[in-house]
């Protein structure tokens, strides 16, 4: 069993880098073409739902922009480049972390890896973006990096939830048991 769910982790975790290269070697008209695609689905939705006037909306983007910009105010379309690297590097420290646990049996190696892999995919995707036009960013990685240790901490939440939950489950059957 574990070793059937360590392989159908391995492959997720192939192809989702996979992906996350796939997007990184896109030149850059194609990735303003992408980004601009998603920014105007956005966009349409909130017209539909009207979420960017609300305090929480305004309160997030202001805060992802200090995070990630400082001072400087980008435009949304940014924002949602930004969010996209977040995310997919968030995806990829979660398969990371199940994949090196299965593997490992070992929280602290699920960490590592979960943090370490991701971060060397930023720095590789960057790097290989300079040979399509696109200039590489330490700003990009650190947002990488970011994506990759809240997946990590999302991991290690729902890790110890599942392990309180089994710690609970069998106090009740040794008390059932007595």
């Not at 391995?10 to 194609?30: D, E, H, K, S």
């Not at 971060?119 to 960057?126: K, N």
Request: net charge positive; hydrophobic share 50%.
């Amino acid at each position: 069993m574990n070793r059937r769910w360590t392989f159908v982790l391995m492959t997720i975790l192939i192809l989702w880098t996979g992906v996350v290269l796939y997007f990184g070697t896109r030149n850059a008209v194609v990735s303003s073409k992408q980004t601009r695609w998603a920014y105007n689905v956005l966009k349409k939705i909130d017209q539909m739902l009207d979420l960017s006037g609300t305090k929480l909306f305004i309160k997030i983007r202001d805060g992802l922009n200090r995070l990630w910009f400082g001072n400087r105010k980008m435009p949304t379309v940014e924002l949602v480049r930004k969010s996209a690297h977040f995310g997919l590097y968030m995806v990829l420290s979660i398969v990371s972390f199940w994949f090196a646990l299965v593997y490992s049996r070992k929280v602290l190696m699920a960490v590592l890896v979960s943090i370490s892999l991701p971060a060397l995919v930023a720095s590789m995707d960057e790097y290989l973006q300079q040979f399509r036009g696109r200039g590489a960013s330490l700003n990009d990685v650190m947002i990488d990096v970011s994506g990759a240790v809240t997946g990590t901490v999302f991991c290690l939440v729902v890790f110890a939830l599942i392990r309180l939950i089994q710690f609970f489950l069998s106090k009740r059957a040794q008390r059932k048991e007595v």
